[in-house]
């Protein structure tokens, strides 16, 4: 099974805009993390947000924020008031365990292409 | 702050081969990723170094690629003999030294890249 999916290749959004990137996970441990990654077309990824799995409150940063539904095992980003400059492929990846110095290893999505439209 | 530096950006050879890829690191940081990008796929974490140690390497085809970091600062991958399958782009990344932590996690930041196409 897929740990993580993103079920939306690729999504196209007027500017100004707020835009939803859906991400599922699967998972058995109860201590986990999970992130969001912008990769613009230079290739570079660049961490958005950041939600552990006990945080009790949604992650925000900026005109980020993360929709976490622990149950349904979903952390879908919210990209409010889209940018020109937010187009990009976005990806949702996971570390499974609690973070320790060195245990960071990601598993991530295919990913979502958002274009946005001006 | 400088980032994670990569060389070179683009590779392109024929099959079998061989290819090397060089990765400096946010200076301090002590753990550094090799993932692997397939076109149109997610990142997949190839080798995971702690200083110049391997913590995971499971995913590495062993039988043709090869790493190492040493003195736990630079890392280099390199690929021998190279296959199609190998065509990808060569992500390095590395993580925030202990104590620098954003709302509980260790970030990674991750290298531009280094594109290989085989031919």
């Known amino acids: 099974a897929q740990k993580i999916t993103q079920t939306q290749p690729g999504m196209f959004v007027q500017e100004k805009e707020a835009v939803t990137l859906d991400c599922t996970y699967d998972t058995s441990d109860p201590s986990y993390g999970l992130f969001w990654y912008k990769q613009p077309s230079s290739g570079e990824m660049i961490f958005l947000i950041y939600q552990g799995s006990y945080d009790q409150q949604n992650a925000t940063e900026g005109r980020y924020s993360l929709n976490f539904q622990k149950a349904r095992k979903s952390a879908n980003l919210v990209i409010s008031a889209s940018q020109l400059g937010d187009s990009a492929m976005y990806f949702c990846?996971?570390?499974?365990?609690?973070?320790?110095?060195?245990?960071?290893?990601?598993?991530f999505g295919t990913g979502t292409r958002l274009t946005i439209i001006p | 702050e400088a980032g994670v530096a990569q060389s070179p950006r683009y590779k392109i050879i024929e099959k079998r081969q061989s290819v090397a890829f060089w990765c400096n690191p946010i200076?301090?940081?002590?753990?550094l990723y090799w993932y692997q990008q397939i076109l149109g796929q997610g990142p997949k974490l190839l080798i995971q170094f702690q200083n110049n140690g391997v913590v995971d390497d499971s995913q590495l085809p062993k039988d043709r690629f090869s790493a190492e970091r040493l003195k736990g600062v630079d890392s280099t991958l390199k690929i021998q003999p190279a296959k199609l399958e190998d065509s990808a782009v060569y992500l390095c990344?590395?993580?925030?030294?202990?104590?620098?932590?954003?709302?509980?996690?260790?970030?990674?930041?991750f290298g531009a890249g280094s594109r290989l196409t085989v031919l």
């Open positions: 200076s301090g940081h002590a753990t």
């Open positions: 990344a590395s993580s925030l030294r202990p104590g620098e932590r954003w709302a509980g996690a260790n970030v990674l930041t």
């Open positions: 990846a996971m570390r499974e365990g609690r973070s320790n110095f060195g245990n960071e290893k990601l598993t």
